[in-house]
C-alpha cells in the first residue's frame, strides 16, 4: 500500500506556473503508473496527465497538453505536474494517483488517491 501527499497548490494570475508534487510513502513509488486528475467545482473529475513507472511514457489530456508536464523522481518518492501559461479553466483540486496496472488516463485502475491540493487562477 502507498500513501499519497500532493502539496504545491495555490492561488496565482492567469499566465503564471506552478508545480505541484505528490510525496509517496509506504512502498516505493516505482513500483506505480502515476497519474494527475482535477476536478473543478460542479464537475466531474478529468485526467490530466499520466507517467509510467520508468517515466518513459506520459500522456496528457488535449487541454493541458504543451502546457503542463508531468515528471517523477523515483529515488524522491515523488512525482511532479510543471504548470505553465495557467488558466481560469485550469482552477481545480488536483490529486495525483497511483496504479499498479497499467499506465493509463482512466481513473478507474488507479487504486491510491491523495486528498489534493487546490489551484486558483484568477483572471
Known amino acids: 500500500q502507498v500513501q499519497l501527499v500532493e502539496s504545491g497548490g495555490g492561488l496565482v494570475q492567469a499566465g503564471a506556473s506552478l508545480t505541484l508534487s505528490c510525496a509517496a510513502s509506504g512502498r516505493t513509488l516505482s513500483s506505480y503508473a502515476m497519474g494527475w486528475f482535477r476536478q473543478a467545482p460542479g464537475k466531474e473529475r478529468e485526467f490530466v496527465a499520466a507517467?509510467?513507472?520508468?517515466?518513459?511514457?506520459?500522456y496528457y489530456a488535449d487541454s493541458v497538453k504543451g502546457r503542463f508536464t508531468i515528471s517523477r523522481d523515483n529515488a524522491k518518492n515523488t512525482v511532479y505536474l510543471q504548470m505553465n501559461s495557467l488558466k481560469p479553466e485550469d482552477t481545480a483540486v488536483y490529486y495525483c494517483?497511483?496504479?499498479?496496472?497499467?499506465?493509463?488516463?482512466?481513473?478507474?485502475?488507479?487504486?491510491?488517491w491523495g486528498q489534493g491540493t487546490q489551484v486558483t487562477v484568477s483572471s
Open positions: 494517483a497511483a496504479t499498479s496496472r497499467i499506465t493509463t488516463w482512466d481513473e478507474r485502475p488507479y487504486d491510491y
Open positions: 507517467i509510467s513507472r520508468s517515466g518513459g511514457v506520459t
